[in-house]
C-alpha cells in the first residue's frame, strides 16, 4: 500500500489552521492509520493513532480523521512550535507504510 | 521514563558491514515488538525490520532482505541490526520504535538515531 501525503510543503501563519491529506492507493483500516511529527534533529513523535485518537501528552489542536483510503490530520490555531514534517503511516498487506511527509512552515 | 539509545552508526565503506544497538530502559522490555527506520538525506522515513516481543517473528523491507538481520537480547535489554553487503543508498538515520502493545502497529517511543554513512 502506497501513501501519498498533499501537499508537499504548507505555509501558513501562525494561529491559522493547516490540513494534511494521506491518501492510500487502497483501502485500510483507520485502526491502522498513525501521524508523526518530526522535527529537525529530533526522533519522530506520536501524534495521532486509530486515525484519530491523540496519543498521550498531544495537545487538542492536533486532531485526525478519515477512512478506507483518505485520512486527515489537522492542527487548528498553528503554533511556531508547530514547524515540522509529519507523516502518515499505515499497517497492512504489505506490512508498514509511511508517507513521504508534507513539510509545515509557520510564516 | 521510556527511553531508547541507538549507537553502532558510523563511516564504512559500500560493501561493508556493521552492526547497530537499541540500549531500551524504564519499561517492561521482553514485552514489547521493535521496529527499525530509516531516513536517507532528502527523504521519508521507511521502515526496515521488524520483531516479536520474543524475538520469534522477524520481518524485512523487500530493500533489505538477505542483506540485513534484526536481533534482541532480552536478557540485556536491547535490540540489534546486523547491516551488510552496504550500498551508497543504505546512507540514512536509523531509528529503533517500540510498537505499541495493544495491537495497532504503531509507535509509541522512538530513539534519536545513528547515522550510517556509506561512500567510497
Not at chain 2, 521510556?2 to 565503506?13: R, S
Not at chain 2, 521488524?50 to 534484526?70: E, N, Q
Amino acid at each position: 500500500t502506497v501513501l501519498t501525503q498533499s501537499p508537499g510543503t504548507l505555509s501558513l501563519s501562525p494561529g491559522e489552521r493547516a490540513t494534511l491529506s494521506c491518501r492510500a492507493s487502497q483501502s485500510v483500516s483507520s485502526s491502522y492509520i498513525a501521524w508523526y511529527q518530526q522535527k529537525p534533529g529530533q526522533a519522530p513523535r506520536l501524534l495521532i493513532y486509530g486515525a484519530s485518537s491523540r496519543a498521550t501528552g498531544i495537545p487538542d489542536r492536533f486532531s485526525g480523521s478519515g477512512s478506507a483510503t483518505d485520512y486527515t490530520l489537522t492542527i487548528s490555531g498553528l503554533e511556531t512550535e508547530d514547524s515540522a514534517v509529519y507523516y502518515c503511516q499505515q499497517y497492512g498487506t504489505s506490512l508498514w507504510t509511511f508517507g513521504q511527509g508534507t513539510k509545515v512552515e509557520i510564516k | 521514563e521510556v527511553q531508547l539509545v541507538e549507537y553502532g552508526g558510523t563511516f564504512v565503506q559500500p560493501g561493508g558491514s556493521l552492526r547497530l544497538s537499541c540500549a531500551a530502559s524504564g519499561f517492561t522490555f521482553n514485552t514489547y515488538n521493535f521496529i527499525w527506520v530509516r531516513r536517507a538525506p532528502g527523504k521519508g522515513l521507511e521502515w526496515v525490520s521488524h520483531i516479536s516481543a520474543s524475538g520469534g517473528s522477524t520481518h524485512y523491507a523487500d530493500s533489505v532482505k538477505g542483506r540485513f538481520t534484526i536481533s534482541r537480547d532480552n536478557a540485556k535489554n536491547s535490540v540489534f541490526l546486523q547491516i551488510s553487503s552496504l550500498r551508497a543508498e543504505d546512507t540514512a538515520v536509523y531509528y529503533c520504535a517500540r510498537e505499541d502493545p495493544r495491537g495497532w502497529y504503531f509507535f509509541d517511543y522512538w530513539g534519536q538515531g545513528t547515522l550510517v554513512t556509506v561512500s567510497s
